[in-house]
């Protein structure tokens, strides 16, 4: 059966508004799933599924671990330290031999941008990317735009508000994607340093300061300064970025509607978020990790092929 989707999940930017709001639709009934005694449906029963991780992980990976197992298909975690990988094999012998064995999936996370689609052609297997290198991270992004249709019913004409480390996120280019695809308004906020250049030519405001996004959107999602990426003095230091960038309480305080607050994790306490943000009344953040696993499983279930209408339980099997 052929997937709505296509053979791979590479990234957002190349699917139709049709083909994301079909992701998110599909997801909200999996969201039930997770609330049952017995959390499973045998929609992916006898598929095999391998998660190939070369970065370290783990939201990510444990919340397709989860939507995996919800879905009875069997699965296999492949770290680079450990396996071949550390020999010196390639990504693709690491692959072509696990397709071999006669998997069905592949979930990759890799650090170099384009390595989930470079995959994507050179196996037979359906590719999900869970993010490579500073290109995209797809279903990050989509559990973004679930949670901010859970909270506010609707994405189109919302303002979201990217800010941070705009440069080295994979996360800011899907959610730029998906956000713009479904009518949303997007503005990126952070440093110069840390914004790509000409990125208003994607169709974003540019907000200077973080009091001016506070003051334009509807939703901020804060992403953390990713420090591992960066290659020199990007900022002048932690303690001088949360003076400046910080989105903080008292910020918060001054903003002029109820700003709903996002984050992608792992966050950085103090640096781009304040603790008292990050657990207050505005996050969202935990319901984001929720919605992780039912949109793994929706994007898993539609590259099977799968439709919709699946919901009801199997005969006689308790759902509550």
Known sequence: MTSPLGKDLIGLESLTPEQIQLMLDTAEP??????????????????TIVNLFFE?????????????????????????????????????????NLEAMRIDMVVVRHSMSG?????????RSNVVNAGDGKHEHPTQALLDLLTLRDRFGRLEGLKVAICGDVLHSR??????????????????CGPPTLLPRGIEALGVTVLPRIEDAIEWADA????????????????????????VFGV?????????RDLVI????????????????????????????TNGVAVRMAVLYLLAGGSPDWAAPPAGEETR
């Open 30 to 47: 999996f969201k039930e799933v997770s609330e049952r005694s017995i959390k499973k449906v045998p929609a992916l029963r006898g598929k």
């Open 56 to 96: 370290p992980s783990t939201r990510t990976r444990i919340s397709f671990e989860f939507a995996e197992k919800r879905l009875s298909a069997d699965t296999v975690n492949v770290a680079s330290t450990g396996s071949s990988v550390s020999k010196g094999e390639t990504l693709v012998d690491t692959a072509r």
């Open 115 to 123: 390595a989930a689609q470079f995959l994507a052609e050179r196996i």
């Open 171 to 188: 996360v800011a280019r899907s959610n730029i994607w998906g956000l713009l695809k479904l009518g949303a308004q997007v503005g990126v």
């Open 220 to 243: 901020l999602n804060i992403l953390r300064l990713q420090l591992e990426r960066m290659q020199g003095g990007f900022v002048p230091s932690l303690r001088e970025y949360n003076r």
């Open 248 to 256: 903080t309480s008292e910020r918060l305080d001054r903003a002029p």
């Open 262 to 289: 996002l984050h992608p994790g792992p966050m950085n306490r103090g640096v781009e978020i304040d603790s008292d943000v990050a657990d207050g009344p505005h996050s969202v953040i935990l319901p984001q990790v």
